[in-house]
C-alpha cells in the first residue's frame, strides 16, 4: 500500500489499522537539538481522544504515546523519531455484520475494488484512528515551529448551519468547550443540534479552522509547490475533508479586486503590514508574514445508526444497521488533526526554504 509518507525534508511515515497491534509514525529529517518528551506529544493526543463527551465516539482508548527512538537526554538527536500508540478496546465483533457489506459514505466499496481485500473492523488504514500517526508528527512539528515563534490556534467554525460568530469569538474558551467552539452562543445552539442528530440516529458536518501566526515570509515555491497546494494537500488528506479554503476561499469569486485585495499601509512606527488579510497569509503560493488562515469542511460522519441500505460483496442490495461506535460529527476531534497536517506541511516548507538564497547558505556555514 503506497502513500503512507508526507513531506519532503520533514519527512513522516505513518503505520497502523484501527483494530491492529498500535500505530505509529516514524519521523525523518527533524533537526537534532529540539527538548522533545512524551509529555510534550501526550497533550496533542488527548485532544483527538475519544469518548471526550456525548458527540465523540465512546470507544475507550488512553492513547498513550511512547516514544521508541531519536531522542537523548530528552532532545531530539537528528535520526528518526519512532512514535508508538497501542490499540486497546478494539471490538472487532460489532463489525462482523459488515463484513460482507459495504457501508454507504465510507471507503469499503472502493478499498475492496483496489486491492481485493479489506479489513472490515473499523475500516483499516481508512478509519479515523490513523490520524492519531498525523497528530504524534503533529506535535513534533509545532515544536519545531514553536523553536521560531510560531503560534497555533485550531477550533471548530461550524457544526451543521451553526456558525461561531467572530464578534463573540473568544480563543481561551476553544479547549474548554465540549464542541471546541470559541463562542459559547453558537455552541449552546450547535448542542441542540447535535441532540437532534443524535435522536435522528443521524450525524452532522462542520468547519474546522486554523489561524497561524508568527508565521516567516518567504515559505512555499512558485510553481508546483506552493505552500497553499501543499496544504490543500494535507487537509485534504484527512478522511471526510470535501473541500479546503485560504483566507477569503470561495467567496473570493463574488468580490470585486478592490473588495479582495490587501492594501499596504504605512505604520507611525515605519512598520507595513496589510489593512486586511483577504489572501488568508499566502500570496503566489508563498507566506507573507501575515496570519494563515485555512479552512477544511467535513461531511457528515457516514457510520450512522439507522437502517441504509448496503451493498453486498457478491452484488446485492441490503439494508442493514451499522453497529460499533461512531463520532455523531467528527470536527471535534479533527481540530488537532486539522492543526497536525498544517504544521507538518508549514515545519517541511520551513526547512525547504532554507536553501532558497545564497546568503542564507553561506551564513548556515559561516562564509
Ligand atoms: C478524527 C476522525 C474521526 C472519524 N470517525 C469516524 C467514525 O467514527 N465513523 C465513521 O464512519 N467515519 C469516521 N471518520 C470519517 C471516515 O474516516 C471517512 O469518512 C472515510 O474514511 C471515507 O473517506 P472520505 O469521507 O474522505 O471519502 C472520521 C474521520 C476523522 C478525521
Redesign the pocket.
Known sequence: MAGSTFGTIFKVMTWGESHGKGIGVVIDGCPAGIPLSEEDIQPFLNR?K?GQNRY??K?AESDLVEILSGTFEGKTTGTPISLLVWNQDQRSRDYSTIAQLY?P???DY?YDAKYGFRDYRG?GR??????IARVAAGAVAEKLLAELGVAFTAYVRSIGPVEVDPANFDASRIEESSLRMPDEKAEQRALVWLENCLSAQD?SGGVVECIVEHLPAGLGEPAFEKLDANLAKAL?S?????AVEIGEGTNASRLHGSENNDCYQENEDGTVDKTTNHSGGILGGISDGSPLQIRAS??P????AQPQSMLSRDGHCVTET?Q????PT?VT??VV?VEAMTALTLADHLLLNMTSRLDQIKKVYGK
Open positions: 483527538r475519544p465523540t465516539t470507544r457501508r459514505g465510507h471507503a472502493t475500516g481508512s478509519s479515523g484512528r490513523e490520524t450525524s485534504m484527512i478522511g471526510a475533508v470535501k467535513f461531511k460522519t457516514p457510520s450512522i451499522i460499533g461506535r461512531h463520532d467528527v476531534r479533527a488533526v
